[in-house]
């Protein structure tokens, strides 16, 4: 192995990703996992974790991270069960769809996706940082955002919650750098969660509905420069170099992972 290799070497670490039973957060346990990470693997779906968990050799356990009480319980028997928590991956959210215009969101819809995208997050990371600093060996804490923190187009509710999570993020690093906690965002583009490849992009957009807002995003993904839509294990990537020693100086920041999404 070369010397470099070692930066990204995460033996020893231990990592708990919530929501991993699916999509990105499966794809960002198999990457820790692959970095040499005992990794817990959390979601609502304890059955789809345990499937998770069984591929990469971490363990799974349920958790709802709107439970503050249970989040609190989770971030200790991580500690418990695998000896350490030095990586959080905040990577639990919903998108719930467009909503309508403004004036017709529900509090029920706001509430809803609110209480998993930024009081998930807060709680999270509120019960990993107390561990953390408990073990005084630092840490790093990842909190999945979204490109459309920066660049909003599917609604004001969802928008609101990733810049929310990308202020979070910000504020949480500059508390926590003089516990030697890194804290960053990844903001992944359009990544294909569902089966088989990630689609090609280019072209007309197949989905066109009529609404400008949403046509809007149509387009865009259909100009990605990059010409595809991201896999899982693209996000699971920039992941390892958040939590490895890559990153040793990185705190704060906002990574697109987007295939140039942004500089459209
Ligand atoms: N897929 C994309 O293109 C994309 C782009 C930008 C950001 N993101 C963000 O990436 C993250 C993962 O997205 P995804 O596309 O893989 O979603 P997904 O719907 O495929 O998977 C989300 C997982 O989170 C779990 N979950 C939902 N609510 C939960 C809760 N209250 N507690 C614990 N687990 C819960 C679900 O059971 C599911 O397993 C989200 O934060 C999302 O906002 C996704």
Redesign the pocket.
Known sequence: MNEAAGWIDLTGKVAHV??????????IARALAMAGAKVMV????LE??AAVAEAIGGEAMA?????RQAVDAAMAATRDRLGALDILV??????LGFGGPVRDISDEMWRTLW???VD?VFYCSRAAAGIMIEQGRGGRIIN?????AVSPGVGVT?DGS?AAVTQITKALALELAQHGINVNAL???????GEGEPPKTGGQPPNRTGDPLADTIADRIARLPVGH??D?ME?GKAVVFLASSMSDFVTGIYLPVDGGWLTL
């Open positions: 919530t929501g991993g039973a699916r999509g990105i957060g499966a794809g959390s979601d609502l779906k789809d974790a958790l709802d991270v709107t439970d905040n990577n639990a959210g919903v998108y209480s998993v995208n998930g999945v955002s979204s490109t459309q969802y990733k903001a992944p583009g359009p990544t294909w969660v839509w991201a899982p996000q």
